[in-house]
Nanobody, 119 residues
């Protein structure tokens, strides 16, 4: 399984970005795909997850109501729509597959994509 994250960039507070995670292999290889982020000096945290089996979702309190995780019908492209961005959302964002949302239980990671939110 290979994952590739993209879509990061620089945005002003209140703006929006959409991150994409492209997954190779069979959907059965990744029971869930999650988005994680790591800000400078902080631990990596799981912020949103999407189950491949039943479509259930998880959102960390810090992003609930602002971020939405969804996928294309073939289940191999997962998006994270980020609205109402705040400077504290600035971080490197990663997608991964495993037992979401714990970063230590992920099996495969994509490379990170930088999101910077200016005030």
């Amino acid at each position: 399984v290979q994952l590739q994250a993209s879509g990061g960039g620089l945005v002003q507070a209140g703006g929006s970005l959409r991150l994409s995670c492209a997954a190779s292999g069979s959907p059965s290889d990744y029971p869930a795909i999650g988005w994680f982020r790591q800000a400078p000096g902080k631990e990596r945290e799981g912020i949103s997850c999407l189950s491949s089996s039943d479509g259930s979702t998880y959102y960390a309190d810090s992003v609930k109501g602002r971020f939405t995780i969804f996928r294309e019908s073939d289940k191999k492209l997962v998006f994270l729509q980020m609205n109402s961005l705040k400077p504290e959302d600035t971080a490197v964002y990663y997608c991964a597959t495993g037992s979401c949302p714990r970063p230590d239980l992920q099996d495969y990671w994509g490379q990170g994509t930088q999101v910077t939110v200016s005030s």
